[in-house]
Nanobody
Framework: QLQLVESGGGLVQPGGSLRLSCAPS????????IGWFRQAPGKEREGVAC????????KYVESVMGRFTISRDNAKNTVYLQMNSLRPEDSAVYYC???????????????????WGQGTQVTVSS
């Protein structure tokens, strides 16, 4: 069973930046597509960004385009979500998820992923 650990969340002022990390426990992420999802209180979980196992294909929800960047460093076995120009509405628990998928596949649909981390809290507030 793949276990994922998110880190990098915290409290940041509007306009600030955070970088989230997603790393596995005891297994390589080389063959997994990775998605970042978030869930705010009282709202459904939504897909924020995803990246294929090859790293060649990325997708973003419209609300974060131009502000968030997903990337992966297979040498470090880690996937990142760089979040810039943060807004209060970005506040949520952020989860990473993984699914075995070769090539350029990735998805912003949570139903496509079998492996999930426990989440990290991001709070954007002055």
């Amino acid at each position: 069973q793949l276990q994922l650990v998110e880190s990098g969340g915290g409290l940041v002022q509007p306009g600030g930046s955070l970088r989230l990390s997603c790393a596995p426990s005891g297994r390589t992420l080389d063959y997994y597509a990775i998605g970042w999802f978030r869930q705010a209180p009282g709202k459904e979980r939504e897909g924020v960004a995803c990246i294929s196992s090859s790293g060649t294909n990325t997708k973003y929800v419209e609300s974060v385009m131009g502000r968030f960047t997903i990337s992966r460093d297979n040498a470090k076995n880690t996937v990142y979500l760089q979040m810039n120009s943060l807004r209060p509405e970005d506040s949520a628990v952020y989860y990473c998820a993984a699914e075995v998928a070769a090539g350029s596949w990735s998805s912003l649909s949570e139903n496509e992923y079998d492996h999930w981390g426990q989440g990290t809290q991001v709070t954007v507030s002055s």
